[in-house]
T-cell receptor
Framework: EAQVTQNPRYLITVTGKKLTVTCSQN?????MSWYRQDPGLGLRQIYY???????DKGDVPEGYKVSRKEKRNFPLILESPSPNQTSLYFC???????????FGSGTRLTVV | AQRVTQPEKLLSVFKGAPVELKCNYS??????LFWYVQYSRQRLQLLLR??SRESIKGFTADLNKGETSFHLKKPFAQEEDSAMYYC???????????????FGTGTQLKVEL
């Protein structure tokens, strides 16, 4: 089944403890992207990638890192999480421009 | 910079009434616009792409470049249409890369019996 898979689905962690949220797609898509969703703010883009080893900042990149070493994987790294990064995170992938993105099920992160 | 504005946070209509969810955009190039839907506790799903000019679940949207709008419409609302709807624009990123998708803040549609 064609899909975008994120792990974990839920995560509660403490301030400052490095974490990684994984994202994998099996559709051979060129583009991948990370968003955070917060009440009243909609979805805001964190980073996106146009292909292997090619990434670009989105609208809210501070406090996050990404890497695209393989086409199928696009992990999101929080080196030192803070409570203001508590949010619902979505990974998405797209075949090419104009096709739209396919979204994962989301990762609900709580930083205490 | 690209921007998408959805002026209504909540739209409540009765079943069978027409629905129009507003979306305005700001973009210097030629935009690619989309509507996404998110049902309660589910992932976002692509509803419409303006380039395909399709009708999905009875919804349509027309790109009006003069008014920079891409409003979503449905002639008769159904209870199962209740969801959060996001308008999105695909444009260029900071380094010129394409397919950077920017979302509006969303409109919650509530269809009442």
């Amino acid at each position: 089944e064609a899909q975008v898979t994120q792990n974990p689905r839920y995560l509660i962690t403490v301030t400052g403890k490095k974490l990684t949220v994984t994202c994998s797609q099996n559709m051979n898509h060129e583009y991948m992207s990370w968003y955070r969703q917060d009440p009243g703010l909609g979805l805001r883009q964190i980073y996106y990638s146009m292909n292997v080893e090619v990434t670009d900042k989105g609208d809210v990149p501070e406090g996050y890192k990404v890497s695209r070493k393989e086409k199928r994987n696009f992990p999101l790294i929080l080196e030192s999480p803070s409570p203001n990064q508590t949010s619902l995170y979505f990974c998405a992938s797209s075949l090419r421009e104009g096709y739209g993105y396919t979204f994962g099920s989301g990762t609900r992160l709580t930083v205490v | 910079a690209q921007r998408v504005t959805q002026p209504e946070k909540l739209l409540s209509v009765f079943k069978g009434a027409p629905v129009e969810l507003k979306c305005n955009y700001s973009y210097s190039g030629s935009p690619e616009l989309f509507w996404y839907v998110q049902y309660s506790r589910q992932r976002l799903q692509l509803l419409l792409r303006h380039i395909s000019r399709e009708s999905i679940k009875g919804f349509t949207a027309d790109l009006n470049k003069g008014e920079t709008s891409f409003h979503l419409k449905k002639p008769f609302a159904q209870e199962e249409d209740s969801a959060m709807y996001y308008c999105a624009l695909s444009g260029r990123g900071l380094t010129g890369g394409g397919n950077k998708l920017t979302f509006g803040t969303g409109t919650q549609l509530k269809v009442e019996l």
